[in-house]
């Protein structure tokens, strides 16, 4: 198996660290060294070192707080996997549709390569990445013509214009005649499925966590790091250093994971792999182009029953 660890905030765990020894070395030179102030320094740390009973109030009161937020990001990261699952079953719905219902191969060879560029098209913005950087390297979505991919750039929003353009084909099938009534209405009902999750996804972007949160959230974590030698150094003595060490590891790794996924898109290490999942996609439509139907009822094969011509797919 092979285990990864996640990122962890470096500098403030070793200044939390840092301010846990210099505590425990005062304290120690306190009750063990003779000096001009040492009686002095003893009152202040004294003064300074909580019961049990604060200590408890504290961690629990923090607990809290943390949990709340750790919950509302992982339900942003949930939902942002669902959202992309739902991606994943729309376009293989709508593929296939467009696979058995659609005769005309240059039309179902639109809509093939269209459901392949609007995934990576999404992904793209969610990302803030350039649109059509895949497809004009004709890496994932070669089949796509320069005025098609000149016209996906010039928009100002590539996903909704490919499902744009989705409709536009659909709409064109539907009045030549390849499609009936209900048929569209199944077809035209993944691809506003497809709109319902890209706008989840542009939702989930767009409204980060409160900045008022956050920020009381991690002047309380600092607070009470700082505090928190004074609430071992009593009991643990030197062993206050590691416990220390382990509580900073332990609450920053929690916040700065929150953190990570509050955006699920990206490239942190605990974001989506949006390039597995678009890479998922691509592959399902490929084997979708290449399906051949079965025999008819009389043994004979079907007329429809072709490969996908189109090299739109071919990689």
């Known amino acids: 198996m092979n285990w990864q660890l996640a990122p962890i905030p470096v500098l403030p765990t070793l200044a939390m660290v840092s301010w846990c020894i210099l505590v425990t070395i005062l304290v ?44 509302q990001c992982y339900s942003r990261w949930w939902e942002g996997r669902q959202l992309w699952g739902s991606i994943v079953n729309r376009t293989r719905d709508l593929a296939g549709q467009a696979r058995l219902w659609v005769t005309d191969c240059e039309l179902q060879a639109c809509i093939l390569r269209n459901i392949v560029a609007f995934v990576y098209a999404t992904k793209n913005k969610l990302r803030d990445e350039p649109g059509m950087q895949e497809m004009r390297a004709e890496k994932h979505v070669p089949g796509l013509f320069d005025a098609e991919i000149q016209e996906a750039e010039d928009s100002e929003h590539m996903p909704m214009h490919i499902l744009c353009v989705l409709r536009c084909c659909l709409s064109q099938a539907h009045a030549r005649k390849l499609i009936n009534d209900l048929q569209l209405l199944a077809m035209d009902r993944n691809v506003t499925s497809l709109t319902d999750s890209l706008g989840g996804c542009e939702r989930i972007k767009k409204t980060p966590f409160p900045l008022s949160y956050v920020s009381h959230l991690r002047t309380f974590i600092i607070l009470y790091l700082l505090l928190l030698p004074f609430m071992l150094v009593d009991k643990y003595r030197w062993m206050t250093i590691l416990v220390d060490l382990l509580v900073c590891l332990a609450l920053m790794g929690v916040e700065h994971m929150s953190a990570e996924i509050e955006q699920p898109f990206g490239h942190d290490f605990n974001d989506l792999k949006l390039d597995a999942i678009c890479a998922t996609i691509q592959t399902n439509i490929r084997q979708i182009s290449s399906f051949r139907q079965p025999l008819t009822v009389d043994g004979s094969v079907s007329n429809s029953s072709r490969t996908f011509p189109s090299p739109a797919l071919e990689v």
Not at 45 to 67: E, H, K, N, R, Y
């Open 28 to 71: 120690q030179m306190a009750e063990t060294t003779e000096w001009e102030h040492q009686d002095n320094l003893h009152r202040i740390l004294s003064f300074m070192i909580m019961d049990t009973g604060t200590t408890t109030f504290l961690a629990l009161s923090l607990i809290l707080v943390l949990t709340m937020r750790v919950n």
